[in-house]
């Protein structure tokens, strides 16, 4: 799946992520700013990287910016803005 | 092994082996001058010379509305003096001046019981020569008591004071209450200099007498009362708070000792606040009368002093303007000093407490509480009366979010053992309550109510399972802090991060 | 789950902070919604958050409730295909009418659902025509007042005294008790009202409705308090089915409890009293009660 145009999805509410996705790049890329980064930077992009995976999209730029959000809502929040990136509506 | 900069004859805490009763020193000093106003603080430290290595201390009643400790350090630093060691009470982020004093070496070692800002973060980052000595409330005079601790000259902020040194905390404009930990500095600081900017012909009811004073200035403020209501000190509106609120009230109705004159101490955190709150109900509903509370006292105390449900307050320090109010007008609401609230040396209050409701940053499976610093190691606070308190009263009540923002209270381990677990009892959170195993008769007793009780490895395993386990934060060996016990053994070090 | 229904709570549905405790409350039904409390540019965010977390979350005794959208608009059939394969136990249906409740219904048994359906009765029409679209569903476990938006319909003004709903509240609650089905309460929508809620509360309670929705998590106290039997009802109940069972050891017909005459009806409601204080758990090893 390819994602045609930048999209974002979330809030920067406390508990939430805010994620935006660009796309045209040579690999994925993460880039993290996390309220929890010493504690949970690793988990968060391992759930980033295997949403990203599950969908087969290889060529995006991830930026993203966690208030706290648990695994269900970085997933939820990933897959919401994958949706937007590949749709034309 | 020998810290830089620390008591040489350190002993380690063991909670079968704390130390009570050491020999302390009585208060002899009788400075009857009438001749103790000084121009400025420039003139006075001509007089008084404060040398490389001095002791100073300062209070933190103003707390982060205080102007009185930047503008002595400001003057001096003028004087080109090293190697000093600051002994305040607490330090807030109105205090960030003395980084640059930390800097250039000015100086060097601080002791204090709370610790938060800009001073904690240059501790955290290793800025300071010597490590900090993160003391309790009771701590604090026990240091000078037994004289561990000489204070070479000690300010004291005077919201008003006479010529002969008395000083009321209750008075003048920027009027903040009780002044309980400037009393022991008072007495035995080799130096000591009343900063006013109430300057009066007399101190009827002084808190601390003029016979202990030497030196007096007068200043335009000595700081923002207003400010003084730093933190928290409403009751929290979210609901998670208040439910774990409302447990904690349960806990305390059916623990055994909520009857006629029991005694209650809670912090000025919101959820503590609640605890109060719902407590007020619970005593009206039951129909029982508290004894006292004590501690830092808010207008929430106040108002169950008035309506009859407590006999007296005990009061420290005033966390807001209405209780700085209530000192003043209300017999019953009773100034006391460090050492009377929690030194353990002395007949303190804080032993005949039955209830105290304290706050965490992180509790591990023993139910040691950190409340020193942050979750992933910095300082952002320190014990203040935390483990004075939890070490005298007899049921102690933890109360937290079980997690908030993804990070969890409850810990494989502490980061920090600001208080050990020997004197925690109960953990309350939103999604259940654990009890310390030590206490089976607390367990027995909530076996008859409805109360969502579990053990402290239940509740992590529900927190584990929905935040994950969060990754080990890592340290250097370099040692910023010491912690001390209440009995001044070291319960903890403190170390900059990796 | 839960089947008590004192308090439904609304949780709207694209706030993960409110969402991953919106089962520390004490309510006994969770209601996250996907209409009202949704932006119109964030539905398709809701939907995709309310299914990660029910596939990530466990919600134990908890009766777990999604508020779709409703049949006229164009995210309801999107709601659908998201909700009814999930591992819920109920859709609160907003703006229900006899249509949309049986095309809801169709589209469940298509796929053996074993959803259940509480109708959303906030409509002139839907209060004229509840009992019908009640049996229209064997899923249908009960209704909901919808106050707010009624009173547009109404095109009256809602107040606080609540005259304005009077009847609608009185026919709804005819209908479901005809059915034996739940019947539960508008929320009271000034969350600073303490005294308020507990008295609009009682009122509902003394009408006949079951249980009440909410919109802010610090009212369920308030509510649950309402709808729990109090120790002195518990107590009454107890001596009324003791007094009857010794009755009818003595093959007494009728008797007398505080000179007052108690016949099957009250036997009834006693017997009600105490199924729920033991679903409570405020009554253990016969007859001790305990507080909650």
Redesign the interface.
């Known amino acids: 799946m390819d994602i045609i145009k930048p999209s974002k999805a979330g809030t920067y509410e406390s508990n939430d992520i805010y994620i935006m996705l660009f796309p045209g790049y040579e690999e994925n890329l993460i880039e993290l700013e996390s309220v929890v980064y010493d504690c949970f930077g690793y988990q968060i992009k391992k759930v980033i990287k295997d949403v990203l995976k599950e969908n087969n999209i290889n060529h995006v730029l991830v930026k993203a910016i966690d208030k706290g959000a648990l695994d269900y809502t970085i997933r939820a929040r990933m897959i919401t803005a994958i949706k937007r990136g590949v749709s034309n509506e | 092994m020998q810290i830089d900069g620390y008591k040489k004859n350190y002993k380690m805490y063991s909670y079968s082996k704390v130390i009570k009763d050491q020999v302390i020193l009585k208060p002899t000093k009788k400075n009857n001058s009438l001749n103790k106003l000084r121009k400025n603080i420039s003139n006075l430290l001509d007089e008084l010379t404060i040398k490389d290595g001095s002791v100073i201390s300062f209070h933190h009643h103003m707390r982060n509305g205080d102007y009185v400790l930047n503008m002595v350090m400001e003057e001096i630093a003028k004087r080109n003096v090293k190697d000093l060691t600051l002994f305040a009470s607490s330090i807030f982020p109105c205090h960030e001046p003395l980084v640059k004093l930390i800097k250039e070496g000015v100086v060097t070692q601080i002791y204090s019981a709370y610790i938060s800002g800009p001073v904690a973060e240059a501790i955290s980052q290793g800025l300071m020569k010597k490590p900090v000595v993160m003391h309790t409330h009771g701590g604090r005079p026990r240091i000078i008591e037994s004289s561990e601790i000489k204070i070479d000259v000690a300010f004291i902020a005077a919201p008003s004071c006479d010529y002969r040194g008395n000083i009321n905390g209750s008075l003048g404009k920027n009027a903040c209450g009780a002044i309980g930990y400037a009393v022991t500095d008072a007495w035995f600081a080799k130096n000591t200099v009343a900063i006013t900017d109430n300057f009066v012909i007399s101190v009827d009811k002084p808190h601390i007498e003029g016979k202990y004073i030497d030196y007096i200035i007068k200043v335009d403020s000595i700081g923002e009362a207003s400010k003084i209501v730093s933190g928290t000190t409403k009751i929290t509106r979210n609901p998670i708070g208040l439910k774990i609120a409302r447990l904690a009230a349960e806990v305390i109705k059916y623990s055994g000792y909520f009857k006629n004159g029991f005694s209650f101490q809670t912090g000025a955190g919101g959820i503590s606040l609640a605890v109060a709150h719902y407590l007020k109900e619970i005593m009206k509903e039951e129909n029982v009368k508290g004894s006292f509370a004590s501690g830092g006292i808010t207008g929430y105390l106040v108002d169950m002093l008035k309506e009859g449900l407590f006999e007296r307050l005990y009061d420290v320090q005033c966390f807001d303007l209405d209780a700085v109010q209530s000192i003043r007008e209300n017999e019953a609401h009773i100034p006391i000093s460090a050492s009377k609230y929690a030194n353990i040396n002395d007949d303190c209050i804080v032993n005949d407490l039955d209830y105290v409701i304290l706050g965490a940053t992180e509790i591990d499976l023993d139910f040691n509480v950190n409340v020193t610093t942050s979750s992933t190691g910095e300082i952002m606070g320190g014990s203040g009366g935390h483990s004075d308190t939890a070490y005298g009263s007899k049921v102690t009540i933890i109360v937290s979010q079980l997690f908030n923002a993804r990070i969890p209270v409850i810990k494989e381990h502490v980061i920090c053992k600001t208080t050990p677990g020997e004197t925690v009892d109960v953990l309350v959170t939103e999604r259940g309550i654990a009890i310390n195993p030590r206490r089976r008769d607390l367990i027995e007793r909530f076996r008859q109510t409805n109360l969502p009780i579990m053990t402290i490895q239940e509740l992590k395993k529900i927190s584990d399972n929905l935040v994950g386990i969060p990754e080990e934060v890592e340290f250097t060996n370099k040692i910023v802090g010491i912690v001390e016990y209440r009995d001044g053994t070291i319960i903890d070090l403190l170390y900059k991060r990796g | 789950m839960n089947e008590l229904r004192r308090s439904l709570l609304f949780i709207p549905g694209n706030?993960?902070?409110m969402l991953?405790?919106a089962d520390?409350?004490?309510a006994d039904s969770i209601i996250i919604d996907l209409e009202d409390s949704v932006s119109l540019d964030e539905k398709?965010?809701a939907r995709?958050?309310l299914?990660?977390?029910v596939?990530?979350?466990i919600f134990k005794n908890i009766e777990l409730i999604v508020r779709i959208n409703p049949f006229d608009s164009e995210d309801y059939q999107k709601d659908i295909e998201v909700v009814k394969n999930l591992n819920i136990d109920t859709i609160l249906l907003p703006k229900a009418d006899i249509q949309s409740v049986k095309d809801l219904d169709n589209k469940l048994t298509e796929i053996n659902s074993e959803i259940k359906i509480l109708v959303l009765i906030e409509t002139a029409f839907g209060v004229e025509k509840v009992f019908d679209i009640l049996e229209t569903s064997d899923r249908c476990i009960g209704l909901m007042l919808g106050g707010e938006d009624l009173c547009v319909d109404l095109t009256c003004e809602r107040t606080k005294s609540g005259e304005e709903i009077f009847y609608a509240r009185t026919r709804l609650l005819n209908a479901a008790h005809a059915l034996k089905l739940k019947a539960i309460d508008t929320p009271f929508t000034n969350t600073n009202d303490e005294a308020g809620l507990i008295e609009d509360t009682n009122f509902a309670k003394k009408l006949g409705f079951t249980g009440k929705a909410s919109i802010?998590?610090?009212q369920i106290?308030s509510i649950n308090k309402c709808f729990t039997p109090t120790i002195q009802e518990i107590n009454h109940s107890m001596r009324i089915l003791n007094a009857n069972k010794q009755a009818l050891k003595e093959g007494k017909g009728v008797f007398a409890i505080d000179g007052k005459m108690v016949d099957l009806p009250i036997i009834k409601r006693a017997e009600k009293t105490i199924v729920v204080a033991q679903k409570l758990?405020?009554i253990k090893n016969s007859g001790e009660y305990?507080?909650?």
């Open positions: 706030n993960p902070g991953q405790n520390v409350f004490d398709d965010a995709i958050l299914k990660e977390l596939n990530a979350i802010n998590p610090r106290t758990g405020l305990h507080a909650n």
